[in-house]
């Protein structure tokens, strides 16, 4: 049995995101719900509710300190956003943490990840974009095809780290030869499975590449970006020893100012530590 | 060095780094503007969440010798492999390296 197809057995065996999170999604379906309703179905999950408003009270969201309850956290931010972190904060959980393989840790990556995240929505906010729900969570699962790797296919996985030090590779070039697919197409099939919007399952499958044929979609140009400036900073570790070059076309779609990211960087890094602490370990 | 602050934390007096545009590019706010309390109504009516303003506090910047930059740079072209063709990515090699220098002075 090739990777693929191995990747494509374990996804359908991977556990399913939580109650919580189909409950959800479940009463979203319905125009007519009311943010108590939501409040209640929350609740019910008292470690989740905690953790949402820790997440919820993140400074990147500019309410620090000042939400009090699940029913403020919906109000204040919106549904989908709500829905996001808690998807988010799921699949955190859904994934061990302690397989360390050559040093390379899954709490790295996920660090990794969230600072693609912040990064993503620090971009989606200076060019303007009204939508910023999915900024923050497509910044934190683009890479999740790695954590399906790490979790399914461990020896080859290392086999693939070993290769971009002697190679001196990218980490999807040396997966493409071990493995036979890349992280990106992996965690598309996984984003696939969990039925995820078409917008996120683009951000997962050409973050690598910034543009999804010749469309100007701003937010894979914007997990782009941001995944070239965590690895430059080395906020978390994405397994890629190369900073990636940007694809010069995204620069068009997402025009941002001069001073942008030294403008950003200070921000950056203090949301980073405490999304981190939060996220990962509180 | 700008910096990004969210709505409610302008301070009167603080300075716009970076004009405030809205998504047809069009400046609503001019750089330089001086930010006042009534400002910020206005920006969140525009559904604008943060702007840049200059960073008036005393930077501490850390000073660095030719020998220094020069072993830095020497490292960063081992993990970064192309030359930057526009100012954004100028910025990005040049954050880069100001993390490199001070991982090494540590």
């Not at chain 1, 996804?11 to 399913?16: G, P, S």
């Not at chain 1, 943490?97 to 969230?114: E, G, Y």
């Not at chain 2, 409610?8 to 001019?30: H, S, T, W, Y």
Request: glycine share 4%; aromatic share 8%.
């Amino acid at each position: 049995m090739n990777s693929f197809d191995k990747i494509l057995q374990n996804v359908n065996k991977l556990q399913t995101l939580p109650t919580i999170y189909s409950s959800i999604s479940e009463a979203l379906k319905d125009p007519l719900v009311t943010p108590e309703k939501l409040a209640r179905i929350i609740t019910v999950d008292q470690v989740s509710s905690f953790k949402i408003l820790k997440v919820a009270n993140s400074p990147f969201y500019g309410f620090r300190g000042r939400i009090d309850t699940i029913s403020q956290a919906i109000l204040y931010l919106g549904f989908d956003e709500i829905k996001n972190i808690i998807f988010a904060l799921s699949v955190v959980n859904i994934f061990t943490k302690d397989k360390i393989i050559l040093n390379f840790k899954p709490t790295d990556l996920w660090a990794h990840s969230i600072a693609v995240g912040i990064t993503t929505r620090l971009i989606g906010s200076a060019i303007g974009e009204k939508e910023l729900e999915n900024y923050f969570l497509a910044g934190i699962i683009h890479d999740i095809g790695k954590l399906l790797f790490i979790e399914f296919l461990p020896n080859d996985f290392e086999k693939v780290l070993k290769l971009v030090v002697q190679k001196d590779c990218t980490i999807r070039e040396a997966e493409t030869e071990i493995l036979g697919i890349d992280h990106c197409r992996a965690g598309q099939i996984l984003a696939e499975k969990w039925k995820l919007p078409t917008g996120l399952q683009d951000a997962i499958l050409y973050h690598h590449n910034g543009i999804k044929e010749n469309q100007t979609n701003r937010l894979i140009a914007s997990v782009h970006i941001a995944d070239i400036l965590a690895t430059a900073l080395e906020l978390g570790r994405s397994g890629d020893i190369l900073i990636p070059e940007p694809n010069f076309k995204v620069w068009d779609i997402i025009k941002l100012p001069k001073g942008f990211f030294p403008s950003i960087k200070k921000k950056l890094i203090e949301d980073f530590d405490q999304t981190v602490r939060v996220m990962l370990y509180q | 060095m700008p910096k990004i602050v969210f709505i409610n934390e302008i301070k009167d007096g603080m300075e716009l780094a970076i004009p405030v545009k809205n998504k047809f590019g069009q400046i609503m706010l001019a750089e330089n503007t001086k930010l006042e309390e009534r400002h910020k109504n206005i920006l969140l009516l525009w559904g604008i969440q943060s702007v840049s303003v200059r960073d008036n506090e005393e930077e501490s910047e850390l000073q660095f010798d030719d020998a220094a930059i020069s072993k830095a740079k020497d490292q960063l072209k081992k993990r970064l492999k192309w030359n930057f063709r526009n100012v954004n990515e100028e910025e990005i090699y040049n954050l880069a390296l100001g993390e490199l220098l001070k991982k090494n002075l540590k």
